[in-house]
């Protein structure tokens, strides 16, 4: 067994002699000898307990590269250290595994091997210091940057298992961290193979029994005396797990006996303010006993992967809740911004906690707090009417209360009644529901009425003479003419309010017209005097209609009192008078009725436009 730099943090224990001179006998019988392209080799990167790193070119592909040798006075006795590194990352043609470009012996016989340069340090130069990885790299989250790269270190030793290579000896100093944030696991030279056959030049871990590794992250089972397996490596990334939660490697090496009771102990005290999944992934990978450990690096990979989406799930979270606080507040509030403020921050609640349940469906405190939220909107749209609205953020809760479902069904009844009603009151007021009727009414009465007193001023007084029973005779059969018509149009004239009010008026001039005449003709006023008043009572019904039904009558309101005004003074053409009124009439409620329909169809065709539009 040989130690590195002693019994240190970063001491590694390395095999004995006698367990690598095979290495070297495959070596010499591979025929490996000197590189054809020459390499300039320069100054010294690094050196460690037997080991030492130079800069190098390499001029016929104009690049630089770096050449591990051994020191001068081990180059006899550990030449299998080199040789197993460049054999087991040769082997390994993976982005986070650093490329062997070549290996060769110096004109000493010592191997050398050529590997890819890395500008960058080592992780545990940046594990934890946050203010050197934010500048670097700009990271907020330091815990987080420190999972990835442990992750990708994961996804190297899974591929170097897959191959049958077990490293043996990870920990953050053999992760290199390049200037871009690349990944690199390195120093394999204490690795071995997990398969028993002739075909990998590394000595088989069925047959390693001593110890080697370094001591601060060492498996109980690398003491010796045990098999090693695919286990031991995840034993190793529990390892730095352990020392990315406590800034520290997992075993104290204050003492050889401290230490070795660490180790078989194995008993990792993991700083309370570590994430609770983190830290029982870190006990299960660092069991003890391999067989409660992860059984591959897969697995370990897998649980650290569930962690990343619950974790950023969780943040996602954290920052909804933060909008959920402000909704709280700000239904708290009374103001003309509220209503702005309350779905702004709602928005931005739902939209938090729905990506954290994308990103982990199964986020129990997400998925009650959505609820909560939308349990507030819902609350806050049933008091301002929107039934509706509730009912669909009622669809979109996990477990919606039964008395919140209550509420909203009552609600939504509540407002069907209302719709319902509002409809009827929309139809009873549409001036187009029997706008046809209306203007075969009032085209039919009204040229009846235009004509008759045409005839009475022309024919009257040669062919009938004019009496209190003829003209009660009269009202009494354009009565009975107009109850016709309303029997044949009832269902049109009683649908909408206005037809009901323009039936009831035309109704109401009859039985008037029959008490006015009674009453002149008990007092013995002029038959001549009464139908001037006739033209008065005209004036006053349809003052009447323009308060009641149409308020665009007043110019029949206004032509019968200037008939009537006109009658008063000129009572020979009295006849002329009332046709020129009813005529007015007549012309009146052709425009009314015609007008109303032309506005209609243009705001209808307004309104479509608009929605075309957006």
Known sequence: MQVDEGLGRGATIRPSESALQPLLRAFTARGAGSSAAPIEVGATLAEGGMGIVKIAEQPALGRTVVVKTLRGDFAKTAAEHILREAWATGALEHPNIVPVHDIRVDAHGTPVIVLKKIEGDCWTALMHQPELLRDRFGVEDPLTWNLDILRQVTQAIRYAHSRGILHRDLKPDNVMIGEFGEVYVVDWGIALSMRDNDSCPLPAASDQSAMAGTPCYLAPEMLGGRPLDARTDVYLLGAILFEILADRPPHRTDDLTTLLADITRSEPVIPEDAPPSLAEMCRKAMAAEPARRYQDANHFASALQVFAQTSGSQKLADKAREELAALEACLQEDGPKQQHEVYRYFGAARFGYESALATWPENASAKEEIDRARSLMIDYELSRGNAEAARGLLHEMHEPPTELQLRVDEALATQARESDELARFREDVDL?????????????????????????????????????PRMCGTTIVLWLLCLGFWVWARESLTRTVINRRITLT????????????????????????????????????????????????????????????????????????MAAANAIFTGNGLVIWCGRRQAKEERLAQEQAQEQAS
Request: aromatic content about 14%.
């Open 432 to 468: 187009n529901l029997g706008r046809q009727t209306r203007l075969v009414l009032t085209l039919v009465l009204g040229s009846l009425w235009t004509l008759m007193p045409l005839v009475e001023h022309v024919f009257g007084t040669a062919v009938w003479r004019n009496s209190f």
């Open 506 to 577: 035309v109704m109401v001039i009859f039985p008037s017209q029959l008490l006015l005449f009674a009453g002149a003709s008990a007092l013995k006023m002029p038959y001549v005097s009464a139908e001037i008043l006739m033209v008065l009572l005209w004036a006053v019904v349809a003052t009447s209609a323009v308060l009641t039904v149409e308020r665009r009558f007043w110019p029949t309101m206004l032509a019968y009192a200037c008939a009537f005004l006109f009658a008063t003074h000129e009572p020979h053409y009295r006849f002329l008078a």
